[in-house]
């Protein structure tokens, strides 16, 4: 099983980032995908979720409005589109499967935002 994160790297305040997560070694159509982030000091917190065909989306309160999450089950792959990006938004940005019991982490990808 693996989640590979990618896109994630240094923006000026205002700016947009649109992150990827690969997806390899399981039924990924089969799996809820999520967004989480953890910031130096603080828990990691759920960013934005999505159902298995996509339906059905949720997202952090501190993201709504700014962030979309979408999904391809056909290319295995999740993406976080990220708008209107602030300095709170700096994290680490992991990518979650989930199903029942099971989760999968990838291993997150640095997202910085400063001026």
């Known amino acids: 099983v693996q989640l590979v994160e990618s896109g994630g790297g240094l923006v000026q305040p205002g700016g947009s980032l649109r992150l990827s997560c690969a997806a390899s070694g399981f039924s990924f159509s089969s799996y809820r995908m999520s967004w989480y982030r953890q910031a130096p000091g603080k828990e990691r917190e759920l960013v934005a979720g999505?159902?298995?065909?996509?339906?059905?989306?949720n997202y952090g309160d501190s993201v709504k409005g700014r962030f979309t999450i979408s999904r391809d089950n056909a290319k295995n792959t999740v993406y976080l589109q990220m708008n209107s990006l602030k300095p709170e938004d700096t994290a680490v940005y992991y990518c979650q499967a989930s199903s029942y019991s099971i989760n999968y982490w990838g291993q997150g990808t640095q997202v910085t935002v400063s001026s």
């Open positions: 999505i159902s298995r065909v996509g339906g059905i989306t």
